[in-house]
Structure formats: C-alpha cells, structure tokens
C-alpha cells in the first residue's frame, strides 16, 4: 500500500476458514480476523507499507484427508481510501515529549519500528523522550491508567535503531489489569531516556503512560552483576518488579516449550567441594525457569524449564557437577513475561561428581549422577576394563576394550539424541562407551577416536530414552594410556519431553488456541517456536499446534 487504505477480505471455501491482515515485518495479525462462516469477511484500515495475508481452516480437527470438499479457497480484495494518520511519537527520532506524571498517547494507525523482541513481541509501537530530573529510580506504567489493552514498555538510553542500549522491559507487570505494563530503571539526572511503548503482538489503543520517581526498581539481584551470594541450604528469592537482563530466549535445549524467558533474578554459588549439587526451585509453585551459567555473560552449564519430578510441577531444578572453588551464577525467572513469584532457591549435596576420587565412580555399583552440560572428571585410580569384543567396535585401532574406565550414571529427562564428548577436552587418549546395565553385553555404542577430534579424544553419539537409568564410561586407548584428566560435555538434539507434553501451548494455559497461533506466527522462520525439533518455526509446528487445538491432554 502507498497511501491509507481500507481494505475488505472476503474469503470463500468449502471449509469454514478465517483470514486476516499480518505485519511485515514483525507477523502479527493487524486488527481482527474474520469469522469462521462463509464468505469469511474482515475490514481494516492500513496504512503504507507491505503485508501478508494469512488464511487457514478455522475447523481443526475431523478434517477429511482427501475428501470429496477439498481445500480450495477464494479470496477477494476491495479497496478504498481511508484516513490513515500515525499517532504523535510514531517514529523514535520525534518522539513525544514525557514528563513525570500521566503523558497520554494512542498506538492506533502507528507503525512497527523496532521489530527486535527483548521481554515480549510487541508491536504498533510510540516513543517518549524523558529527561530525568535527578539521579533516583524511576517506574513508567501504563497499570495505573488499567490500560484497555495489552501493552509493553521498554526504557532505552537512546533510539534502538541508533545503538541505544536497553535499561529495562515489562510486558506484564505484577498485578496489572489487562496485561499493563510496569517497568522500573535507574536514571542519571539530566540525561535523556527514550521510551518505547507498544502493544502485545498487534494490540492497539488508547490509554496513559505513568511516570513517577523514587519508586523501587526491583529485587537487588535483578542484574547478574548484583549477584546475591548463595549458600547450600534455603536462599529466598522474590522476582516481583524484575527485568530481564540475561538473554531471551535462552538455549533451545533448556526444555521442550520454547526458551522464553523472563524477569529474572540471579544468585552466585562457590561449590564448597567438587560433587553433584542439587540446585531446586520447586517450593516456588509456578511457571518457573533456571539456568546455570559460567559467569555473567558466560556459557550455560546446565538448565532447566519443567522439572522432570512430578512434584515440581511447572518449577525447575538441576544437578550441578561442581568443581571446588569454582563460581557460578544462577539465574531464575520465569517461563512468560507475566510470570513473577517468590520461592526459595535450595541447594544441596546429592554425591559424586568429578569422576575417580575417594572410589567414587571407580566401580559401575558407584556410579556418579552424571548431568547435561561439562563435568569435569579425573581417571586417577581407575582399574575396571570393558572388552566389547564381538559386540561393539571401539574404531579401526587396536582392541575392542574399553581401559581402565570410570562410571557415570545417566538418566535423561528427555529423549533425542545425546551426545558425550571429551572432544578436544582431555589431556590423554580416552574411550567412551554407553550401556544399558553394568552387564557389558548391554553396551548400546562406543567410540575410540572422534573424527575432527585433537589428541585421540571421542565422541560417542548415542540415542536415549526416557525411564532407563544408563550408565556411561570413560577409558582409555589401551592398558598403558595415562589415566588423565578432563571435562566429558553432554549435550541433546531433537529433544522430547518424558512425560506428555502440551507441544505448541507457548503460554502453558492448558489450551492450545489463538493466543498460542498468534505466538507461531510472530516467530516464525525462527528457532524460538520450534516444537518439532527441526530448528524453525514453520509449517510443521503449524501443522502440530492445529492438530491439537483445543485443551491439552491430562
């Protein structure tokens, strides 16, 4: 479109079928669907620029497969002009100008300038410019106006598309009516902000955007950097007012619903002695996520969204494999940008870890509780071999046995394909091998050398399934071979949830519906709703959620 324009879809089909108007950028649905009848109609103004339009089934299931009816569509567009005029603060460089106070605005007719999601995708954005007037803290809301429609709030140091930095986001704050926003920053006197206000994928209205001073500005550790000190034992935590600092989304891998994740809070844990450490936030009862990093800024270590544990509900624990001495951040918060709660993070010793020392791990009956992610292990005293002679081939060199090895046990909390690496990791030549039991004639898979692999170390890639506890070893080339050192990494691709999964309920509300649609396309083409665990958002995850609509399985 090159000037304003109402535009008139009418959708005819042997189906009933829907179809409505969709951003592009961004892929949300602009103003209302049409209804399930035929012909299916939807009219809207839109203002200049490209679009999409989307139309599907609104029938989802019972559909015949090759019926008599087909699946051919009709779809006509008329026009006519229409007064299209964006809001005042449409564009980041003429914002409006905020002071403390009520500073009203609308988001109807306005365009979608920043198209990169930080706490939610929100879209039909306008933009304040605020000059603090003193070093303090500051909170921007649109909950004490009830804004009559979903809103998001960004606080920025500059224009996002001229290299500002974002301060803090809120999509739904705590206790807002309507998916209002509440978002809370700490401001320098004298230096100008820019505010970004928008609407939840496509949501647009009228309302106010409040600004006061003084206000609490979130928990102390809502930053990585304010890190709050854990011990082992009980750590309360609260994430009501936080932000998110650490990034969103997370790693795919940390669970199977997406890798959302918002308003978090972080904690720092030196392990007192290199073992296992159960790392729990089940106590918290809700919608909860937690990762393990190196450092602020540094890799995950281990992670989790569902806790397998039926106890846990939707909260999250992990097993940390701790190296003495060595500090790590631990981050919660939440599954959706409207999930805040209190909890306590509890952390214990539950044995092992490191691999060979003090015996354990030097037999298979002393297995060590082995985690996703690095453990860092020792073969020091290691003297038990596993001869796979005629049942699996260690590789081209040598024999078949597996030497003088050290036990893990591992029990997945998701099936996929795993993968155990000391790749490039280890200081000797080294062995890994998987079996089902400590029966060596139970042994799934073994590697000797990995290819691409430095220094003789391996890969052993290895399909797992929930509900079996199996037991993996690490040895060496030979008899001879140095009992080493080294960090054995466990990673996971196509992963499946034990249990059953609500696949493509984004928003864990028990229903897979429009909300959960309107999520699918804002990502799609992206990882981050990718359900089938083929990497991307597309016709598959499409295909997954329709076929399921409705409420989730018990």
């Given at each position: 479109?090159t000037?304003?324009?109402?535009i008139?879809l009418?959708?005819?089909?042997?189906l009933?079928?829907?179809?409505?108007?969709?951003?592009?950028?961004?892929?949300?649905?602009?103003?209302?669907?049409?209804a399930?009848?035929?012909?299916?109609?939807?009219?809207?103004c839109?203002?200049?620029?490209?679009?999409?339009?989307?139309?599907?089934p609104s029938?989802?299931?019972?559909l015949?497969?090759?019926?008599?009816?087909?699946?051919?569509?009709?779809?006509?567009?008329?026009?006519?002009?229409?007064d299209?005029?964006?809001?005042?603060?449409?564009?980041?460089?003429?914002?409006m100008i905020?002071?403390?106070?009520?500073?009203?605005?609308?988001?109807?007719?306005?365009?979608?300038?920043?198209?990169?999601?930080?706490c939610?995708?929100f879209?039909?954005d306008v933009?304040?410019s605020?000059?603090?007037?003193?070093?303090?803290?500051?909170?921007?809301q649109?909950?004490?106006?009830?804004?009559?429609?979903?809103t998001g709030?960004?606080?920025?140091?500059?224009?996002?598309d001229?290299?500002?930095?974002?301060?803090?986001?809120?999509?739904?704050g705590?206790?807002?009516?309507?998916f209002?926003s509440?978002?809370?920053?700490?401001?320098?006197?004298?230096?100008?902000y820019?505010?970004?206000?928008?609407?939840?994928?496509?949501a647009?209205?009228?309302?106010?955007?409040?600004?006061?001073?003084?206000?609490?500005v979130?928990?102390?550790?809502?930053?990585?950097?304010n890190?709050?000190?854990?011990i082992?034992?009980?750590?309360?935590?609260?994430?009501?007012?936080?932000t998110?600092?650490?990034?969103?989304?997370t790693?795919?891998?940390c669970?199977?619903?997406?890798?959302?994740?918002?308003?978090?809070?972080w904690?720092?844990?030196?392990?007192?002695?290199?073992?296992?450490?159960?790392?729990?936030?089940?106590?918290?009862?809700?919608?909860?996520?937690?990762?393990?990093?190196?450092s602020?800024?540094?890799?995950?270590?281990?992670?989790?969204d569902?806790a397998?544990?039926g106890?846990?509900?939707?909260?999250?624990?992990?097993?940390?494999?701790?190296?003495a001495?060595?500090?790590y951040r631990?981050?919660i918060?939440?599954?959706?940008a409207?999930?805040?709660?209190?909890g306590?993070l509890?952390?214990?010793?539950?044995?092992g870890?490191?691999?060979?020392?003090?015996?354990?791990?030097?037999?298979?009956?002393?297995?060590?509780?082995l985690?996703?992610?690095?453990?860092?292990?020792?073969?020091?005293?290691?003297?038990?071999?596993?001869?796979?002679?005629?049942?699996?081939?260690?590789?081209?060199?040598?024999t078949d046995?597996?030497?003088?090895?050290?036990?893990?046990?591992?029990?997945p909390?998701?099936s996929?394909?795993?993968?155990?690496s000391?790749?490039?990791?280890?200081?000797?030549?080294?062995?890994?091998?998987?079996?089902?039991?400590?029966?060596?004639?139970?042994?799934?898979?073994?590697n000797?050398?990995?290819?691409?692999c430095t220094?003789?170390?391996?890969?052993?890639?290895?399909?797992?399934?929930?509900?079996?506890?199996?037991?993996i070893?690490?040895?060496?080339?030979?008899?001879?071979?140095?009992?080493g050192?080294?960090?054995?990494?466990?990673t996971?691709?196509?992963?499946?949830?034990c249990?059953?999964?609500?696949?493509?309920?984004?928003?864990?509300?028990g229903?897979?519906?429009?909300?959960?649609?309107?999520?699918?396309?804002?990502?799609w083409?992206?990882?981050?709703?990718?359900?089938?665990?083929d990497?991307?958002?597309?016709?598959?995850?499409l295909?997954?959620?329709?076929s399921g609509?409705g409420?989730?399985?018990?």
């Amino acid at each position: 479109m090159t000037t304003g324009t109402e535009i008139t879809l009418s959708l005819y089909s042997n189906l009933p079928s829907f179809c409505a108007i969709v951003d592009n950028p961004g892929c949300s649905i602009i103003g209302a669907a049409s209804a399930g009848t035929c012909p299916s109609t939807t009219t809207i103004c839109i203002g200049p620029g490209d679009y999409y339009v989307v139309a599907l089934p609104s029938q989802f299931i019972e559909l015949p497969c090759g019926g008599g009816l087909g699946s051919e569509y009709t779809l006509q567009i008329s026009s006519t002009t229409c007064d299209f005029t964006p809001p005042a603060g449409d564009n980041c460089d003429a914002p409006m100008i905020a002071q403390l106070g009520a500073n009203p605005f609308t988001n109807v007719n306005a365009g979608t300038s920043w198209t990169v999601v930080n706490c939610a995708p929100f879209t039909k954005d306008v933009f304040f410019s605020f000059v603090a007037p003193a070093t303090d803290g500051f909170t921007f809301q649109t909950c004490d106006s009830s804004a009559p429609f979903d809103t998001g709030i960004e606080v920025w140091d500059g224009c996002p598309d001229a290299g500002g930095n974002l301060l803090a986001c809120n999509d739904d704050g705590p206790g807002c009516p309507n998916f209002s926003s509440l978002a809370s920053a700490d401001l320098t006197s004298g230096q100008t902000y820019i505010i970004r206000v928008g609407g939840w994928n496509g949501a647009t209205g009228s309302t106010e955007l409040n600004i006061s001073q003084g206000a609490p500005v979130g928990p102390e550790n809502d930053d990585c950097a304010n890190a709050t000190v854990a011990i082992v034992g009980a750590n309360p935590f609260d994430t009501n007012g936080s932000t998110t600092d650490g990034p969103n989304p997370t790693d795919a891998t940390c669970g199977a619903f997406g890798a959302s994740f918002y308003n978090d809070v972080w904690f720092s844990f030196t392990a007192p002695t290199t073992e296992n450490y159960l790392v729990s936030i089940c106590t918290a009862g809700w919608d909860t996520r937690l990762d393990i990093y190196t450092s602020c800024g540094g890799t995950i270590v281990v992670c989790n969204d569902d806790a397998d544990s039926g106890a846990c509900g939707l909260s999250s624990e992990v097993t940390l494999a701790a190296t003495a001495g060595t500090s790590y951040r631990i981050r919660i918060g939440g599954y959706g940008a409207a999930n805040f709660g209190t909890g306590s993070l509890d952390i214990s010793a539950s044995g092992g870890g490191g691999g060979g020392g003090g015996g354990a791990g030097l037999t298979c009956a002393e297995a060590v509780t082995l985690a996703m992610g690095d453990t860092v292990f020792t073969r020091a005293g290691a003297t038990v071999d596993l001869d796979y002679t005629g049942i699996c081939d260690m590789g081209p060199f040598g024999t078949d046995v597996n030497y003088n090895v050290i036990f893990y046990k591992f029990s997945p909390t998701q099936s996929g394909l795993y993968t155990f690496s000391t790749c490039n990791s280890a200081t000797h030549d080294t062995r890994l091998s998987a079996q089902t039991s400590c029966d060596t004639t139970t042994v799934i898979a073994c590697n000797d050398d990995g290819a691409g692999c430095t220094g003789f170390t391996s890969i052993l890639d290895v399909q797992l399934s929930c509900g079996i506890e199996y037991i993996i070893a690490i040895g060496g080339y030979s008899a001879t071979t140095a009992l080493g050192t080294g960090t054995l990494h466990v990673t996971v691709a196509s992963p499946v949830s034990c249990g059953t999964p609500c696949l493509a309920d984004y928003n864990h509300d028990g229903l897979r519906n429009g909300a959960d649609l309107a999520y699918l396309l804002f990502y799609w083409g992206t990882p981050d709703g990718d359900v089938t665990g083929d990497g991307l958002t597309n016709a598959s995850d499409l295909t997954l959620l329709l076929s399921g609509w409705g409420t989730c399985p018990q």
